[in-house]
């Protein structure tokens, strides 16, 4: 009875570890079907600029603007967070346009951006961390923008620190509000995480996420102020064409891309306002705190009854503290 307990459990096994490799392969590589180009997809807002890429004959970027004539300020650059969009800027930009110009772009391959498919590039992957620094600088540089002060929201605060500390005479301040900077997350070799069973695994993580934008009702304290519209913007991407390909690179680079910015935050000398909300149930808010205390040159406020994105759940409060601390004489860019 035991010899054949033994038997039976060595065939479940078995059956447990071709399932684990031959699983992953009935997730389909093939484009999802009747999607289209970002033009057609595009809001009356949307505009789009074309920046150089090496290996490819340029990417193209999506990107809101709020530019007043008169209006003397700094430029403010606004970084979305992972999964986001320039869009989950859209109720903070016309207050803060009053104080300076506001750009906030799609970073690739999310929004309306490019969605770059492995066969596109032939020098530089373009969904590296290198790569997205780049396409920040870039970008500043195709809309003639000399310096600025960064406003990211979670990852798009790390790219905003990551910039500082890259090219900090391009930074002259940072807001950071709720930054993705003490990550715990396993890191594989690259070798592992191009297996042909993670890479499609990581494309039906990839659907799923970006399919239901599962990672936006996380991202609220309370659920129940996310109206259609915001679902509708936040998931803006899933009308493109490759937009599941795209995101698949990214979360298959991602695996091999470990964050840790954490290991320089002393070198980042520029002036800093770290917003956090008190319910953040992403990056925890003592998390936030921690990064602020060790930036030597920031100031740091909690934002009551709001999560991981204030710029869409607590708008005033974050346009308040953001031309405060502009027009404070002892952190003024």
């Given at each position: 009875?035991?010899?054949?307990?033994?038997?039976?459990?060595?065939?479940?096994?078995?059956?447990?570890?071709?399932?684990?490799?031959?699983?992953?392969?009935?997730?389909?590589?093939?484009?999802?079907?009747?999607?289209?180009s970002a033009?057609?997809?595009?809001?009356?807002?949307?505009?789009f600029l074309?920046?150089?890429?090496?290996?490819?004959?340029?990417?193209?970027?999506?990107?809101?603007?709020?530019?007043?004539?008169?209006?003397?300020?700094?430029?403010?650059?606004?970084?979305?967070?992972?999964?986001?969009?320039?869009?989950?800027?859209?109720?903070?930009?016309?207050?803060?346009?009053?104080?300076?110009?506001?750009?906030?772009?799609?970073?690739?391959?999310?929004?309306?951006?490019?969605?770059?498919?492995?066969?596109?590039?032939?020098?530089?992957?373009?969904?590296?961390?290198?790569?997205?620094?780049?396409?920040?600088?870039?970008?500043?540089?195709?809309?003639?923008?000399?310096?600025?002060?960064?406003?990211?929201?979670?990852?798009?605060?790390?790219?905003?620190?990551?910039?500082?500390?890259?090219?900090?005479?391009?930074?002259?301040?940072?807001?950071?509000?709720?930054?993705?900077?003490?990550?715990?997350?396993?890191?594989?070799?690259?070798?592992?995480?191009?297996?042909?069973?993670?890479?499609?695994?990581?494309?039906?993580?990839?659907?799923?996420?970006?399919?239901?934008?599962?990672?936006?009702?996380?991202?609220?304290?309370?659920?129940?102020?996310?109206?259609?519209?915001?679902?509708?913007?936040?998931?803006?991407?899933?009308?493109?064409?490759?937009?599941?390909?795209?995101?698949?690179?990214?979360?298959?680079?991602?695996?091999?891309?470990?964050?840790?910015?954490?290991?320089?935050?002393?070198?980042?000398?520029?002036?800093?306002?770290?917003?956090?909300?008190?319910?953040?149930?992403?990056?925890?808010?003592?998390?936030?705190?921690?990064?602020?205390?060790?930036?030597?040159?920031?100031?740091?406020?909690?934002?009551?009854?709001?999560?991981?994105?204030?710029?869409?759940?607590?708008?005033?409060a974050v346009?308040?503290?953001?031309?405060?601390?502009?027009?404070?004489?002892?952190?003024?860019?």
């Open positions: 009875m035991f010899r054949w307990l033994l038997i039976l459990l060595g065939g479940l096994l078995s059956l447990v570890l071709v399932a684990g490799l031959l699983g992953p392969f009935l997730v389909s590589p093939g484009p999802l079907p009747g999607l289209s033009a057609e997809a595009a809001l009356p807002e949307s505009r074309t920046i150089p890429h090496d290996g490819t004959d340029g990417l193209q970027i999506h990107y809101l603007a709020r530019e007043q004539e008169g209006v003397e300020g700094p430029v403010l650059v606004l970084l979305h967070g992972f999964t986001f969009n320039a869009f989950t800027w859209n109720q903070v930009m016309d207050d803060l346009g009053e104080v300076g110009r506001v750009l906030a772009y799609d970073q690739v391959p999310y929004g309306l951006s490019a969605k770059p498919v492995r066969g596109e590039w032939s020098a530089g992957n373009p969904f590296t961390k290198a790569a997205a620094l780049e396409h920040l600088f870039a970008f500043l540089d195709a809309k003639g923008v000399e310096q600025a002060v960064l406003v990211g929201n979670s990852s798009g605060a790390t790219l905003a620190m990551e910039a500082a500390l890259s090219r900090p005479e391009r930074v002259s301040g940072l807001v950071l509000v709720n930054p993705w900077v003490y990550v715990n997350r396993p890191s594989f070799p690259a070798a592992v995480a191009e297996l042909p069973q993670l890479r499609r695994l990581n494309l039906l993580l990839a659907r799923r996420m970006g399919g239901s934008g599962a990672l936006l009702d996380l991202s609220y304290h309370d659920p129940d102020r996310i109206t259609d519209e915001r679902r509708a913007l936040t998931t803006l991407h899933t009308r493109v064409r490759h937009w599941d390909l795209a995101w698949g690179e990214l979360f298959v680079r991602a695996m091999s891309s470990p964050v840790d910015v954490s290991a320089h935050l002393a070198d980042i000398r520029q002036p800093v306002l770290v917003i956090i909300g008190e319910q953040d149930r992403v990056v925890a808010p003592e998390d936030s705190r921690r990064a602020a205390l060790a930036l030597p040159a920031a100031t740091w406020v909690r934002v009551p009854d709001c999560g991981h994105v204030p710029q869409e759940e607590c708008p005033e346009v308040s503290l953001v031309r405060r601390w502009l027009q404070a004489p002892a952190t003024s860019p």
